[in-house]
Protein backbone atom coordinates (compact mmCIF):
# COMPACT_ATOMS: atom_id res chain seq x y z
CA UNK A 1 0.00 0.00 0.00
CA UNK A 2 2.82 2.61 0.66
CA UNK A 3 4.25 1.73 -2.40
CA UNK A 4 1.74 2.62 -4.76
CA UNK A 5 0.81 5.43 -2.48
CA UNK A 6 4.01 6.72 -2.70
CA UNK A 7 3.87 6.49 -6.70
CA UNK A 8 0.95 7.46 -7.22
CA UNK A 9 2.11 10.85 -5.45
CA UNK A 10 5.27 10.99 -7.51
CA UNK A 11 3.06 10.98 -10.56
CA UNK A 12 0.79 13.58 -9.62
CA UNK A 13 3.48 15.73 -8.55
CA UNK A 14 5.29 15.17 -11.60
CA UNK A 15 2.03 16.34 -13.44
CA UNK A 16 1.88 19.18 -11.38
CA UNK A 17 5.21 20.18 -11.61
CA UNK A 18 5.46 20.51 -15.47
CA UNK A 19 2.62 22.18 -15.80
CA UNK A 20 3.85 25.14 -13.05
CA UNK A 21 6.94 25.13 -14.79
CA UNK A 22 5.81 25.58 -18.09
CA UNK A 23 3.05 29.24 -16.21
CA UNK A 24 6.48 30.46 -14.87
CA UNK A 25 7.69 30.50 -17.75
CA UNK A 26 5.03 32.75 -19.64
CA UNK A 27 5.02 34.54 -16.89
CA UNK A 28 8.85 35.36 -15.57
CA UNK A 29 8.27 39.02 -17.48
CA UNK A 30 5.52 40.08 -14.93
CA UNK A 31 7.31 38.92 -12.31
CA UNK A 32 8.18 42.32 -9.90
CA UNK A 33 11.51 41.57 -7.52
CA UNK A 34 10.36 44.13 -5.18
CA UNK A 35 11.55 42.21 -1.40
CA UNK A 36 8.64 44.46 -0.44
CA UNK A 37 5.59 45.82 -2.09
CA UNK A 38 3.16 49.24 -0.83
CA UNK A 39 -0.19 47.76 -0.61
CA UNK A 40 -2.85 49.52 -2.00
CA UNK A 41 -6.81 49.33 -0.85
CA UNK A 42 -9.05 48.70 -3.39
CA UNK A 43 -9.50 52.35 -5.01
CA UNK A 44 -5.32 52.42 -5.57
CA UNK A 45 -4.96 54.50 -1.97
CA UNK A 46 -1.81 53.48 -0.26
CA UNK A 47 -2.09 52.07 3.31
CA UNK A 48 0.00 51.28 5.86
CA UNK A 49 1.02 47.73 4.94
CA UNK A 50 3.32 45.76 2.70
CA UNK A 51 3.22 42.62 0.71
CA UNK A 52 6.30 40.21 0.97
CA UNK A 53 7.39 39.86 -2.74
CA UNK A 54 8.63 38.89 -5.33
CA UNK A 55 4.94 39.52 -6.62
CA UNK A 56 3.65 39.40 -9.67
CA UNK A 57 2.28 42.12 -11.57
CA UNK A 58 -1.40 42.48 -12.15
CA UNK A 59 -2.11 39.75 -9.86
CA UNK A 60 -2.10 36.29 -9.90
CA UNK A 61 -2.66 34.89 -13.67
CA UNK A 62 -6.09 32.97 -14.72
CA UNK A 63 -3.85 30.32 -15.91
CA UNK A 64 -1.85 29.80 -12.32
CA UNK A 65 -5.34 30.31 -10.44
CA UNK A 66 -7.16 27.58 -11.77
CA UNK A 67 -3.97 25.48 -12.23
CA UNK A 68 -3.41 25.65 -8.17
CA UNK A 69 -7.01 25.25 -7.58
CA UNK A 70 -7.36 22.27 -9.41
CA UNK A 71 -4.27 20.58 -7.53
CA UNK A 72 -4.92 22.22 -3.97
CA UNK A 73 -6.68 19.07 -2.46
CA UNK A 74 -3.94 16.15 -1.97
CA UNK A 75 -5.47 13.04 -1.19
CA UNK A 76 -2.00 10.94 -0.46
CA UNK A 77 -3.08 11.13 2.95
CA UNK A 78 -6.25 9.26 2.61
CA UNK A 79 -5.00 6.31 -0.38
CA UNK A 80 -3.80 4.37 2.55
CA UNK A 81 -3.27 6.32 5.45
CA UNK A 82 -3.21 4.82 8.80
CA UNK A 83 -3.74 6.64 12.22
CA UNK A 84 -3.51 3.81 14.64
CA UNK A 85 0.44 4.51 14.73
CA UNK A 86 -0.25 7.71 16.18
CA UNK A 87 -1.83 6.04 19.50
CA UNK A 88 1.23 4.44 20.45
CA UNK A 89 3.64 5.31 23.53
CA UNK A 90 5.97 7.06 21.47
CA UNK A 91 4.52 7.72 18.01
CA UNK A 92 7.79 8.63 16.47
CA UNK A 93 10.28 7.04 17.67
CA UNK A 94 13.15 9.83 17.18
CA UNK A 95 10.93 12.18 18.92
CA UNK A 96 13.48 14.57 21.44
CA UNK A 97 13.54 12.99 25.20
CA UNK A 98 15.71 14.41 27.65
CA UNK A 99 18.00 11.54 29.54
CA UNK A 100 19.94 11.78 32.47
CA UNK A 101 23.33 11.72 30.19
CA UNK A 102 21.50 14.39 28.44
CA UNK A 103 21.07 16.11 32.09
CA UNK A 104 24.83 16.07 33.10
CA UNK A 105 26.18 16.71 29.79
CA UNK A 106 24.37 19.99 29.12
CA UNK A 107 25.23 22.26 32.11
CA UNK A 108 28.28 21.03 31.99
CA UNK A 109 29.22 22.69 28.11
CA UNK A 110 27.50 25.68 29.24
CA UNK A 111 29.62 26.39 31.84
CA UNK A 112 32.65 26.21 29.24
CA UNK A 113 30.85 27.39 26.23
CA UNK A 114 27.73 28.99 26.86
CA UNK A 115 28.89 32.76 26.16
CA UNK A 116 30.33 31.24 22.89
CA UNK A 117 27.21 29.65 22.05
CA UNK A 118 24.69 32.88 22.29
CA UNK A 119 28.03 34.76 20.08
CA UNK A 120 26.87 31.98 17.35
CA UNK A 121 23.31 32.10 17.79
CA UNK A 122 22.74 28.72 19.18
CA UNK A 123 22.32 29.04 22.20
CA UNK A 124 18.37 29.17 22.91
CA UNK A 125 17.92 26.28 20.39
CA UNK A 126 20.53 24.09 22.65
CA UNK A 127 18.64 24.98 25.80
CA UNK A 128 15.27 24.77 24.11
CA UNK A 129 15.74 20.83 24.82
CA UNK A 130 16.84 21.11 28.69
CA UNK A 131 13.28 20.28 29.21
CA UNK A 132 10.69 17.55 27.86
CA UNK A 133 9.08 18.53 24.87
CA UNK A 134 5.19 16.96 24.50
CA UNK A 135 3.68 16.24 21.27
CA UNK A 136 0.54 17.32 20.82
CA UNK A 137 -0.88 14.41 18.88
CA UNK A 138 -4.06 15.15 17.28
CA UNK A 139 -2.80 18.88 15.94
CA UNK A 140 0.03 16.85 13.98
CA UNK A 141 -1.68 14.18 12.76
CA UNK A 142 -4.98 16.74 11.51
CA UNK A 143 -2.08 18.77 10.10
CA UNK A 144 -0.47 16.15 7.65
CA UNK A 145 -3.55 15.56 6.25
CA UNK A 146 -3.30 18.80 4.45
CA UNK A 147 -0.52 18.42 3.98
CA UNK A 148 0.69 18.32 -0.24
CA UNK A 149 4.25 16.91 -0.91
CA UNK A 150 4.14 18.21 -4.78
CA UNK A 151 4.44 21.97 -3.33
CA UNK A 152 5.96 21.58 -0.06
CA UNK A 153 2.85 23.24 1.56
CA UNK A 154 -0.33 23.18 3.66
CA UNK A 155 -3.05 23.54 1.12
CA UNK A 156 -6.21 24.81 3.09
CA UNK A 157 -9.16 26.59 1.88
CA UNK A 158 -8.03 30.27 1.76
CA UNK A 159 -4.38 29.02 -0.38
CA UNK A 160 -1.36 27.40 0.45
CA UNK A 161 0.86 28.47 3.47
CA UNK A 162 4.60 27.29 4.34
CA UNK A 163 7.27 28.61 5.72
CA UNK A 164 10.75 29.67 4.09
CA UNK A 165 14.10 28.89 5.62
CA UNK A 166 14.75 32.28 6.68
CA UNK A 167 11.66 32.27 8.84
CA UNK A 168 12.41 29.11 10.37
CA UNK A 169 15.99 30.35 10.96
CA UNK A 170 14.57 33.48 12.86
CA UNK A 171 11.23 30.64 14.69
CA UNK A 172 14.38 28.75 16.02
CA UNK A 173 17.34 31.60 17.21
CA UNK A 174 17.35 34.54 19.05
CA UNK A 175 17.89 37.46 16.51
CA UNK A 176 19.67 40.34 18.75
CA UNK A 177 19.84 43.90 17.63
CA UNK A 178 23.13 44.82 15.12
CA UNK A 179 23.00 48.42 16.78
CA UNK A 180 26.20 48.98 18.27
CA UNK A 181 27.22 45.65 18.13
CA UNK A 182 30.68 44.27 16.69
CA UNK A 183 31.57 40.97 14.79
CA UNK A 184 33.52 38.44 17.24
CA UNK A 185 36.13 36.50 15.99
CA UNK A 186 35.72 32.63 15.41
CA UNK A 187 37.10 31.08 18.14
CA UNK A 188 38.70 27.24 17.66
CA UNK A 189 37.75 25.16 20.26
CA UNK A 190 39.56 23.68 23.20
CA UNK A 191 41.78 21.10 22.40
CA UNK A 192 43.59 21.33 18.48
CA UNK A 193 42.28 17.66 17.77
CA UNK A 194 38.92 17.68 15.29
CA UNK A 195 36.22 15.03 15.75
CA UNK A 196 35.97 14.23 12.07
CA UNK A 197 39.72 12.84 12.19
CA UNK A 198 38.73 10.50 14.60
CA UNK A 199 36.16 9.22 12.96
CA UNK A 200 37.94 6.30 10.69
CA UNK A 201 39.12 4.84 14.11
CA UNK A 202 35.70 5.23 15.45
CA UNK A 203 33.81 3.08 13.01
CA UNK A 204 36.17 0.25 12.67
CA UNK A 205 35.60 0.36 16.50
CA UNK A 206 32.06 0.27 16.55
CA UNK A 207 32.20 -2.00 13.20
CA UNK A 208 34.18 -5.04 14.98
CA UNK A 209 34.19 -4.11 18.39
CA UNK A 210 31.25 -2.61 19.82
CA UNK A 211 28.21 -2.18 17.19
CA UNK A 212 26.32 -0.51 19.85
CA UNK A 213 29.02 2.48 20.29
CA UNK A 214 27.55 5.25 18.56
CA UNK A 215 23.82 4.69 20.24
CA UNK A 216 23.53 7.75 22.31
CA UNK A 217 24.36 6.36 25.66
CA UNK A 218 27.48 4.04 24.85
CA UNK A 219 28.71 7.80 22.23
CA UNK A 220 28.19 9.60 26.14
CA UNK A 221 29.83 6.81 27.77
CA UNK A 222 33.08 7.60 24.88
CA UNK A 223 33.08 11.09 25.43
CA UNK A 224 30.99 12.92 27.71
CA UNK A 225 33.36 13.11 31.18
CA UNK A 226 31.75 12.94 34.26
CA UNK A 227 31.76 15.56 37.04
CA UNK A 228 32.40 14.82 40.69
CA UNK A 229 29.44 15.58 42.06
CA UNK A 230 30.62 14.86 45.79
CA UNK A 231 33.41 18.02 45.65
CA UNK A 232 30.74 19.84 43.17
CA UNK A 233 34.06 19.90 40.79
CA UNK A 234 33.60 20.41 36.98
CA UNK A 235 36.23 17.99 35.44
CA UNK A 236 38.33 19.15 32.51
CA UNK A 237 37.27 19.10 29.34
CA UNK A 238 38.12 15.89 27.44
CA UNK A 239 39.13 16.03 23.92
CA UNK A 240 36.77 16.93 21.48
CA UNK A 241 34.69 16.89 23.85
CA UNK A 242 32.65 20.15 22.84
CA UNK A 243 32.45 18.56 19.14
CA UNK A 244 31.05 15.00 20.53
CA UNK A 245 28.44 17.22 22.82
CA UNK A 246 27.40 19.01 19.74
CA UNK A 247 26.71 16.05 17.16
CA UNK A 248 24.90 14.33 19.84
CA UNK A 249 22.36 17.42 20.25
CA UNK A 250 22.22 18.02 16.29
CA UNK A 251 21.30 14.27 15.65
CA UNK A 252 19.11 13.09 18.69
CA UNK A 253 17.65 16.98 19.10
CA UNK A 254 17.71 19.03 16.44
CA UNK A 255 17.34 16.54 13.54
CA UNK A 256 16.30 13.57 15.06
CA UNK A 257 18.02 11.02 12.62
CA UNK A 258 16.06 8.05 11.38
CA UNK A 259 18.54 5.27 12.92
CA UNK A 260 17.60 6.80 16.14
CA UNK A 261 21.55 7.28 17.51
CA UNK A 262 24.84 9.47 16.52
CA UNK A 263 25.83 9.27 12.69
CA UNK A 264 28.38 10.49 10.80
CA UNK A 265 26.05 12.86 9.03
CA UNK A 266 26.21 15.89 10.70
CA UNK A 267 30.27 15.47 12.18
CA UNK A 268 31.39 18.52 9.85
CA UNK A 269 28.87 20.58 11.49
CA UNK A 270 29.85 19.49 15.12
CA UNK A 271 33.40 20.21 14.25
CA UNK A 272 32.98 23.64 12.58
CA UNK A 273 30.23 24.93 15.50
CA UNK A 274 33.03 23.68 17.82
CA UNK A 275 35.41 25.99 16.83
CA UNK A 276 33.26 28.77 17.21
CA UNK A 277 31.52 29.26 13.47
CA UNK A 278 28.68 30.13 12.81
CA UNK A 279 26.06 28.56 11.06
CA UNK A 280 22.61 29.23 8.83
CA UNK A 281 20.83 26.33 10.29
CA UNK A 282 17.32 27.59 9.53
CA UNK A 283 18.05 25.83 5.79
CA UNK A 284 19.34 22.77 7.08
CA UNK A 285 16.09 22.85 9.37
CA UNK A 286 13.74 23.14 6.83
CA UNK A 287 15.46 21.04 4.15
CA UNK A 288 14.98 17.82 6.97
CA UNK A 289 11.39 19.10 7.49
CA UNK A 290 9.81 19.28 4.05
CA UNK A 291 11.97 15.23 3.41
CA UNK A 292 10.33 14.00 6.68
CA UNK A 293 6.58 15.38 6.45
CA UNK A 294 7.12 13.49 2.35
CA UNK A 295 8.10 10.33 4.03
CA UNK A 296 5.00 10.19 6.60
CA UNK A 297 2.31 11.30 4.08
CA UNK A 298 3.24 9.26 1.07
CA UNK A 299 4.20 6.08 3.59
CA UNK A 300 0.52 5.92 4.87
CA UNK A 301 0.64 8.56 7.38
CA UNK A 302 3.10 6.47 9.48
CA UNK A 303 5.16 8.61 12.04
CA UNK A 304 8.13 6.24 12.64
CA UNK A 305 10.06 8.38 10.02
CA UNK A 306 12.94 10.26 11.69
CA UNK A 307 13.16 14.06 11.24
CA UNK A 308 12.88 17.55 12.89
CA UNK A 309 8.64 16.97 13.74
CA UNK A 310 9.03 18.85 16.88
CA UNK A 311 9.94 21.97 14.59
CA UNK A 312 6.94 21.39 12.64
CA UNK A 313 4.35 20.96 15.66
CA UNK A 314 5.86 24.96 16.70
CA UNK A 315 5.80 26.18 13.54
CA UNK A 316 1.66 25.16 13.62
CA UNK A 317 1.28 26.63 16.90
CA UNK A 318 3.05 29.83 15.91
CA UNK A 319 0.41 30.46 12.71
CA UNK A 320 -2.62 28.83 14.54
CA UNK A 321 -2.33 30.32 18.35
CA UNK A 322 -6.15 28.87 19.04
CA UNK A 323 -4.63 25.70 18.96
CA UNK A 324 -1.86 26.11 21.83
CA UNK A 325 -2.28 27.35 25.35
CA UNK A 326 -1.12 30.74 26.69
CA UNK A 327 2.69 31.29 26.18
CA UNK A 328 4.84 34.00 27.84
CA UNK A 329 6.29 35.80 24.55
CA UNK A 330 9.16 38.23 24.89
CA UNK A 331 12.22 39.74 22.61
CA UNK A 332 14.57 37.61 24.48
CA UNK A 333 13.93 34.32 23.27
CA UNK A 334 12.49 32.52 19.91
CA UNK A 335 9.07 31.72 19.92
CA UNK A 336 9.78 27.97 20.25
CA UNK A 337 11.47 28.12 23.63
CA UNK A 338 8.43 30.17 25.02
CA UNK A 339 6.23 27.54 23.36
CA UNK A 340 8.16 24.80 25.20
CA UNK A 341 7.77 26.77 28.54
CA UNK A 342 3.48 26.84 28.21
CA UNK A 343 1.53 24.38 29.59
CA UNK A 344 0.25 22.19 27.78
CA UNK A 345 -3.57 22.22 25.94
CA UNK A 346 -5.46 19.10 25.17
CA UNK A 347 -6.64 19.41 21.44
CA UNK A 348 -8.99 17.03 19.80
CA UNK A 349 -8.45 16.11 16.07
CA UNK A 350 -12.19 17.29 15.07
CA UNK A 351 -10.78 20.91 16.69
CA UNK A 352 -7.81 20.62 14.69
CA UNK A 353 -9.05 20.01 11.23
Sequence with gaps: MASSTSTSVEVRSQAFQTEFEAICRDIQGSVLP???????????????????????????????????????????????????????????????TVTPDWEKWLPRMEHFFGQQWKDQGIYHLIKLFDRPLIMDRSLLAAALCFWSSATNTMNFRFGMMTAD??????????????????????????????????????????????????????FYSNFGVEDSAEDDVIAPLGEVEHAAFLLYWLCKFVFCTQANKVTLEFAHLADYLAQGGRLALGPFLLGHIYRMLHDIV???????????????????????????????INDAEPLANAFACAPKKHNTSALCS
Excluded at 45 to 53: E, F, H, M, P, R
Aim: charged residues 25%.
Design 298 to 328: TDGMKPKHGGPLWAFQFWLQAYFPELRAAAD
Design 34 to 96: NILTPWADDVGTAIDSCVLGPSIDGGMPERLVAHLKNNLVDLSAFDGGDFQDWNVIRPQQQWP
Design 165 to 218: RSRYGRFVRHVPSRRGSKRRPCRRSRGGRELQTMWPALTRLAGNKAKNMLNYSS
